[in-house]
């Protein structure tokens, strides 16, 4: 990514949060970073498109960590821990990002919107088969519902949003640790044993 093209980001990040998506123009975005309308469309084909290069960063990022969490643990349990904690950090990372998507995601043009509602649900997919896994290895209850059980989990971290700030009592690895603890006590057979918090990895 060129130096640019993320001082665009970051520039229509704030901008969009103070004003919202139709309140800001790419003159104004342009003029606060100092740069041309060509320098804009040099990155970007338009408004729209930056708004979905927003929705799109930290939901690659969780998707991404995702699968590497399905490629290196063969264990549920391990598995679950792993995606719980980034899909928690990216709270901390995109903190702007994420609020601009809740704010904004109305405005996305319908082609961009398919894009994105893929990804998320090719993470919830991910999540859902980390239950079924867990299920089937005996790692986790038998009486779970799958679904709702994942549905219960996006809810519970995506609502983080909401409440997490960096110059909080706990740090994001903190409150990953606290999710993953809260979600794994409720999953797990009695029978497998839990070793919380530092002894997690």
Do not use: C
């Not at 643990?73 to 598995?79: I, R």
């Not at 990372?93 to 601009?100: A, E, F, G, T």
């Not at 005996?138 to 994942?150: A, H, M, P």
Request: glycine share 4%; proline share 2%.
């Amino acid at each position: 990514m060129t130096e640019l093209r993320q001082k665009i980001i970051e520039s229509s990040l704030l901008l969009f949060e103070q004003d919202g998506f139709h309140g800001v123009t790419v003159k104004q975005i342009v003029e606060n970073v100092g740069t041309s309308k060509g320098g804009f469309y040099h990155h970007f084909s338009s408004k729209d498109e930056l708004l979905y290069v927003i929705h799109d960063t930290f939901i690659s990022y969780v998707l991404e960590k995702a699968s590497i969490a399905n490629a290196i643990h063969t264990s549920p349990t391990l598995k679950l821990q792993a995606i719980i904690k980034d899909f928690v950090k990216v709270f901390d990372l995109y903190k702007p990002h994420i609020s601009v998507f809740y704010q904004e995601n109305i405005y996305l043009k319908p082609h961009y919107a398919k894009l994105i509602n893929e990804k998320r649900n090719l993470f919830k997919e991910m999540i859902i088969q980390a239950i079924k896994d867990g299920k089937k290895a005996g790692e986790f209850r038998q009486d779970l519902s799958v679904e709702i059980t994942s549905m219960a989990i996006l809810g519970m971290v995506n609502w983080t949003y909401k409440w997490y700030k960096q110059s909080g009592e706990k740090s994001i690895n903190e409150i990953g640790d606290i999710f993953v603890d809260l979600i794994l006590r409720s999953v797990l057979n009695k029978e497998v044993e839990y070793a919380p918090f530092e002894n997690m990895f």
